[in-house]
């Protein structure tokens, strides 16, 4: 049910939705077309974060966004995995961490984040990264598996006002 809310074509319906089934969402927050939530009610975002197109947000573990990050398109971030030495390949408890992202992130396309990672706050992770360790502030991440390749500016400013078109 909760794939097919993603479908939508409101952003606002879909936002009403998703807080009505109990994920914290702050104010002009924007989930695009074909937003995937497990676990919605571990879920948490702060203001004006904005969710892209075919995101998956496997919340299971817990899922702290912070503020007036941007997710792009096609990214998964997992709070839980299998544990391939579970003979019967479950969920231990080790395989469950939740995620926290700091303010101001921005997580590129395809990137991947998996469980445990905290992302600090305005982070950059570039497209198609794959996130296995916890990533400072302010640090470009960049590859698979993720690695530090810059900096970015501490003096972040920036706002997200939640403007988007009603219908897509």
Not at 4 to 20: D, E, N, T, W
Request: a positive charge.
């Amino acid at each position: 049910m909760l794939y097919q809310i993603g479908l939508v074509p409101s952003h606002h319906l879909r936002r009403f939705v998703y807080r009505a089934l109990g994920a914290e969402i702050g104010k002009n927050v924007v989930f695009h077309f074909r937003t995937e939530i497990r676990g919605i009610h571990r879920l948490r975002i702060g203001n004006g974060t904005i969710i892209g197109d075919n995101a998956l947000l496997a919340a299971q573990g817990g899922l702290a966004i912070g503020e007036n990050v941007n997710i792009s398109s096609n990214v998964s971030i997992y709070s839980i995995e299998h544990d391939h030495r579970d003979p019967d390949f479950c969920c231990t408890s080790e395989k469950i961490r939740p995620i926290t992202i700091g303010n101001r992130v921005w997580i590129g396309s395809n990137a991947i984040i998996l469980t445990g990672v905290n992302i600090g706050e305005g982070a950059v992770c570039c497209a198609g990264c794959v996130v296995t360790k916890d990533v400072e502030p302010y640090a470009v991440v960049a590859g698979i598996p993720a690695k530090k390749v810059n900096e970015r500016p501490r003096n972040l400013r920036y706002e997200f006002k939640g403007k988007a078109v009603r219908l897509y």
